[in-house]
């Protein structure tokens, strides 16, 4: 497990690097953009070719290569049976990749009228949605392979680079902004190459992190044993990873009926939300998939039961208070991070309550991550798909039944309700097939940190409303500082409960930190 965790820091401290420059990012789209129809346009062309991001880096392509190149690594007498593997599964994924770029850009605007059938109405969203959409998709061809030489060098223990990489694509956003702007037609034409841009540099960038391993050549793919079985999981896996971000794309569908403003208002408080799921939920999946494959392999019942119990502790101590804070503080953090330029007060109310109703489903988010990898693990991409599906239809009941009583909120509340029973299922499976067997220490853990978690609560909701019972007639410095002090005071006394309560102890974080 110590191996584990000190991957899982390294991943978590990239991700977060990454996740801050995406603030950063937003920050200044917000600014230049705000909620307006062309933000809404570039959103949902950006969901396209960042839904395949989301599935193939951090869920299906990963977890049907990585259990499969493990056993390739762990059964190969020498290096060339991997170097195979690694050339043939690349250049199959590039010739799929480019087939997929040359349908999408002749089509983009059949699929612009399925992701957002309402912008049918405003000929304007919808011209800009197609352009956009053309512009960025080739995208997804730099993305893939750049999710393939991740996998590649997780499975070697080494999570640095591709946990890094996604801070390149954020770089190139906030560049592009600045730079393309004053020579293109508007802002979204600059971000629309600017994510062209990004994905170019992190292909070149993860191509030199694998070249310390293979040097992998394009060839004519050769349909294999391996390969096929590559392929077994990898198809069911793609809805069953991507779940979370179906029901976002459902989101935005019929979110593009609502007045101007709302899809954006989705996509800003996804945005926040998205931030401790990726460097708790995705980091603890990305570096929990190769050491699980590997322990079911050896068939080490104890490394396993182990690596999962502490898997779902660790989650439940970061998933709960996140939630909690996102909760509490999500007025004024849209406040002090959207509030300014052509993003206005309106924008604000909205996204902060969809922020909050987000919030609640996040522990299943992370939940997800981290119970779909046991399933990948085991070479089972199957379940999570069926159990997809049923969340799916829930989201799409519960927003339709929603979205007029509560716009956007509707959609938000419809998402964390089909998480939680995404999560409860798959828990549920993995129990009764006896693959996860709950030990003691998790159960008193889980009673401390609700508990934790409630002292937490109370004290970070009577600081908000002390501190920020007017936030309009402060200044942005001001407000920032007595962010940080609530978020501060609140992490100091939920991370003292912790420590009296024993959920951790010094020695643990010595003993996990260990090098």
Not at 221 to 249: A, C, D, M, T
Not at 360 to 382: H, M, N, Q, S, W
Request: proline content about 3%.
């Amino acid at each position: 497990m110590q191996g584990i965790f000190r991957s899982f820091f390294t991943v978590s401290f990239y991700t977060l690097l990454s996740r801050v420059l995406g603030f950063v990012r937003d920050i200044f789209i917000a600014r230049f953009l705000g909620s307006t129809v062309t933000a809404d346009a570039f959103f949902v062309a950006f969901r396209i070719p960042n839904f395949f991001r989301r599935v193939l880096a951090e869920g299906a392509y990963s977890a049907a290569l990585v259990p499969v190149f493990s056993g390739v690594v762990i059964d190969s007498k020498d290096d060339q049976e991997a170097a195979d593997f690694v050339e043939n599964t690349m250049s199959l994924l590039l010739l799929v990749t480019i087939l997929l770029t040359i349908i999408f850009y002749f089509g983009m605007p059949y699929i612009i009228q399925v992701l957002a059938p309402g912008f049918s109405e405003n000929k304007e969203a919808f011209d800009l949605a197609v352009h956009f959409g053309k512009i960025i998709f080739p995208y997804l061809i730099f993305i893939s392979l750049v999710a393939h030489f991740t996998s590649i060098i997780n499975v070697h223990g080494k999570f640095a680079a591709g946990a890094f990489a996604p801070a390149i694509l954020n770089i190139s956003f906030i560049l592009s902004l600045f730079l393309l702007t004053p020579y293109l037609s508007s802002a979204g034409h600059a971000l629309a190459y600017g994510v062209l841009i990004g994905g170019l540099f992190q292909f070149i960038f993860m191509y030199q992190a694998v070249l310390q391993l293979y040097r992998p050549r394009i060839r004519l793919p050769h349909l294999n044993e391996k390969l096929r079985k590559f392929f077994s999981l990898f198809f069911p896996g793609i809805i069953g990873s991507g779940v979370i971000q179906l029901n976002i794309i459902i989101g935005t569908i019929i979110a593009s009926f609502l007045p101007v403003g709302a899809i954006s208002h989705i996509y800003y408080a996804d945005r926040l939300n998205q931030l401790p799921l990726a460097i708790f939920g995705i980091a603890m999946g990305v570096v929990l998939l190769p050491s699980l494959s590997k322990a079911i392999k050896e068939n080490n019942t104890q490394e396993i039961e182990t690596t999962q119990n502490r898997s779902l502790e660790f989650c439940l101590l970061i998933s709960l208070p996140s939630a909690a804070g996102l909760f509490i503080l999500s007025y004024p953090i849209i406040n002090i991070l959207f509030e300014r330029g052509a993003f206005l007060s309106n924008d604000t109310f909205y996204t902060s309550q969809v922020l909050s109703i987000f919030a609640l489903g996040l522990p299943a988010y992370i939940l997800i991550k981290v119970l779909v990898t046991c399933f990948f693990a085991r070479e089972d991409t199957k379940t999570p798909l069926y159990i997809s599906i049923i969340s799916v239809i829930i989201n799409v009941v519960l927003s339709l039944l929603l979205i007029g009583s509560m716009r956007e909120m509707g959609i938000a509340l419809a998402t964390a309700i089909s998480a939680w029973v995404n999560a409860l299922l798959l828990f549920l499976i993995l129990y009764f097939k006896k693959n996860l067997t709950l030990d003691n220490q998790l159960f008193k853990s889980s009673f401390k940190i609700i508990i934790s978690v409630i002292i937490m609560v109370i004290a970070c909701y009577f600081l908000n409303n002390f501190l920020f019972s007017n936030i309009l007639d402060l200044n942005t410095f001001i407000k920032i500082l007595i962010l940080l002090i609530i978020i501060g005071a609140s992490k100091i006394i939920y991370l003292a409960m912790i420590f009296m309560l024993k959920v951790l102890t010094i020695d643990d974080l010595k003993r996990y930190m260990r090098k």
